[in-house]
């Protein structure tokens, strides 16, 4: 049986419908909140996608980065988007995805005349980073100075009002939010590695509802719709 003839028979099976809260963290460009508090973006239209492919309510709920990973970790019936996947958390979850696949850039303001060539060259510099973000690790890690901020829009403004030398983010992430604002593009002066993220789901969802979003993700994929997300086909 080909590939999407499975996943058709997989999502067009009957199974009874069974409601998540999704937790997503504000992020201009992707999950961003109209000027009614609803969601709305690109984030918010993949999550309705999402919706309708996989046959599962989904209800999407704003939430501080920092807050999500604390309410994901207690709370049943709830996934968030988009989380890593680590050593430790791996047997915390259940997995979907990936939702997104992007390189980590450092960003300086267009100005910007210093060479970055490794961590070394960040010493005496502070750099902006999304709070409790890989990110954010990796700069403490190295013993940087890491200037943690709430949302990826928060960290763009730091940097363009020169209160902080760095941005250190997700590339795909901060390429829509600069997108959605119409503002200039900074310069990108290092990136490194790849950061793939993913639909992170409490333990106890039912292995046939995170099936199915696995399902309605791959298929999105094969559709070309995760593009923008930085996965192909």
Same mark, same amino acid.
């Given at each position: 049986?080909r590939?999407t003839?499975f996943?058709? +028979?997989? !999502?067009?099976?009957? @199974?009874? *419908?069974q409601a998540?809260?999704m937790?997503?963290?504000?992020?201009?460009?992707?999950?961003?909140?109209?000027?009614?508090?609803r969601? @709305?973006?690109p984030?918010?239209?993949?999550?309705?996608r999402?919706?309708n !492919?996989s046959?599962?309510q989904?209800?999407? $709920?704003?939430?501080?980065f920092? %807050?999500?990973?604390?309410?994901?970790?207690?709370?049943?019936?709830?996934?968030?988007?988009?989380?890593?996947?680590?050593?430790? %958390?791996?047997?915390?979850?259940?997995w979907?995805?990936p939702w997104?696949?992007?390189?980590i850039?450092?960003? /300086?303001r267009?100005?910007?005349t210093?060479?970055? $060539? /490794?961590?070394?060259?960040?010493r005496?510099?502070?750099i @902006?980073a999304?709070r409790a973000?890989?990110? *954010?690790?990796? +700069?403490?890690?190295?013993?940087l100075?890491?200037?943690?901020?709430?949302?990826?829009?928060?960290g !763009?403004?730091?940097?363009?009002?020169?209160?902080?030398?760095?941005?250190?983010?997700n590339?795909?992430?901060?390429?829509l939010a600069l $997108?959605?604002?119409?503002? *200039?593009?900074?310069?990108v002066?290092?990136?490194?590695?790849?950061i793939?993220l993913?639909?992170?789901?409490?333990?106890?969802?039912?292995a046939?509802?995170?099936?199915?979003?696995? *399902?309605?993700?791959?298929?999105?994929?094969?559709?070309?719709?995760?593009?923008?997300? /930085?996965?192909?086909?």
């Amino acid at each position: 049986m080909r590939p999407t003839a499975f996943l058709a +028979l997989l !999502l067009s099976s009957a @199974a009874p *419908a069974q409601a998540l809260d999704m937790l997503v963290y504000p992020n201009a460009g992707i999950f961003d909140i109209d000027d009614g508090g609803r969601i @709305a973006g690109p984030g918010a239209a993949m999550l309705d996608r999402l919706r309708n !492919l996989s046959g599962t309510q989904l209800e999407p $709920k704003v939430i501080p980065f920092a %807050r999500a990973l604390l309410a994901e970790s207690l709370q049943p019936g709830t996934c968030l988007i988009a989380l890593t996947r680590t050593p430790e %958390r791996e047997a915390r979850y259940r997995w979907a995805g990936p939702w997104s696949s992007s390189v980590i850039a450092l960003y /300086g303001r267009t100005g910007e005349t210093r060479q970055v $060539k /490794g961590p070394e060259d960040m010493r005496g510099a502070r750099i @902006a980073a999304l709070r409790a973000a890989p990110t *954010a690790t990796w +700069l403490q890690e190295r013993g940087l100075d890491a200037y943690e901020v709430n949302d990826v829009a928060a960290g !763009l403004r730091l940097l363009q009002a020169g209160r902080v030398d760095y941005w250190l983010g997700n590339d795909m992430v901060t390429r829509l939010a600069l $997108k959605a604002s119409g503002a *200039a593009m900074p310069r990108v002066l290092y990136s490194f590695g790849r950061i793939d993220l993913y639909v992170a789901c409490h333990i106890a969802t039912p292995a046939a509802i995170v099936d199915r979003l696995n *399902a309605g993700l791959t298929q999105l994929r094969v559709n070309g719709e995760l593009a923008e997300f /930085g996965l192909g086909r």
